[in-house]
């Protein structure tokens, strides 16, 4: 927690609302173990540089008007099963090879590592769903599972190698930064 707690202060300096403390509580709160103590803090650092301020970004688009559409990638790629440890599971840019086609790459650039039958097609899944929207506004096309707009009922696309449609991405966390974390100060 001590350690934690220091790099929290490089980004977010001690003040006298104890701000960092109360996330820290909130993140730290259910663990047990070492595992318990990592885990916790790469979800807070994954939750506080990425994930809550990509919701307040697409709520802020969204209630200008604009047509959001939401996603969390979840698959931890085959070819980086050597050299990640166990507990990151996708990743920070994870599904840029995958937009791409990078599955498919054999020519001058190469991927290094294995990419499995379901990767392909997860590949196929992602390329077809981002040419989609670059042609019409809408990553939506036949046989896809259908990608709901990000609207007040916060839906969003869960990509892996199956699609999931769910709702209000991080919730508890979300109001615990927006309400609960206010209130206490």
Same mark, same amino acid.
């Given at each position: 927690?001590?350690?934690?707690?220091?790099?929290?202060?490089?980004? !977010?300096?001690? +003040?006298?609302? +104890?701000? #960092?403390?109360?996330?820290?509580?909130? !993140?730290?709160? &259910?663990?047990?173990?070492?595992?318990?103590?990592? &885990?916790?803090?790469?979800?807070?650092?994954?939750?506080?540089?990425?994930?809550?301020? =990509?919701?307040? =970004?697409?709520? @802020?688009?969204?209630?200008?008007?604009?047509?959001? !559409?939401?996603?969390?990638? $979840?698959?931890?790629?085959?070819?980086?099963?050597?050299?990640?440890?166990?507990?990151?599971?996708?990743?920070?840019?994870?599904?840029?090879?995958?937009?791409?086609?990078? /599955?498919?790459?054999? %020519?001058?650039?190469?991927?290094? %590592?294995? =990419?499995?039958?379901?990767?392909?097609?997860? /590949?196929?899944?992602?390329?077809? @769903?981002?040419? #989609?929207?670059?042609?019409?506004?809408?990553? #939506? %096309?036949?046989?896809?599972?259908?990608?709901?707009?990000? &609207? $007040?009922?916060?839906?969003?696309?869960?990509? %892996?190698?199956?699609?999931?449609?769910? $709702?209000?991405?991080?919730?508890?966390?979300?109001?615990?930064?927006?309400?609960?974390?206010? $209130?206490?100060?």
């Amino acid at each position: 927690r001590q350690s934690a707690m220091s790099i929290m202060n490089i980004f !977010y300096p001690a +003040g006298a609302s +104890g701000v #960092n403390n109360l996330i820290a509580d909130e !993140y730290f709160k &259910d663990a047990k173990t070492p595992e318990d103590m990592r &885990d916790g803090f790469t979800e807070m650092l994954g939750d506080l540089f990425m994930v809550l301020p =990509v919701i307040k =970004v697409a709520g @802020y688009h969204r209630d200008a008007g604009a047509p959001v !559409y939401m996603y969390e990638f $979840q698959h931890r790629p085959e070819m980086h099963k050597e050299t990640r440890p166990s507990f990151v599971k996708s990743d920070h840019a994870d599904d840029i090879g995958f937009i791409f086609g990078s /599955c498919f790459w054999n %020519g001058h650039i190469k991927i290094t %590592g294995t =990419v499995t039958e379901e990767e392909e097609k997860l /590949c196929k899944t992602m390329m077809a @769903y981002w040419a #989609n929207f670059a042609r019409t506004g809408s990553p #939506n %096309g036949e046989e896809l599972i259908l990608w709901p707009l990000y &609207d $007040q009922k916060e839906e969003y696309m869960e990509l %892996g190698l199956k699609q999931v449609v769910a $709702q209000s991405l991080k919730k508890d966390k979300v109001h615990f930064m927006t309400v609960l974390l206010p $209130q206490k100060l």
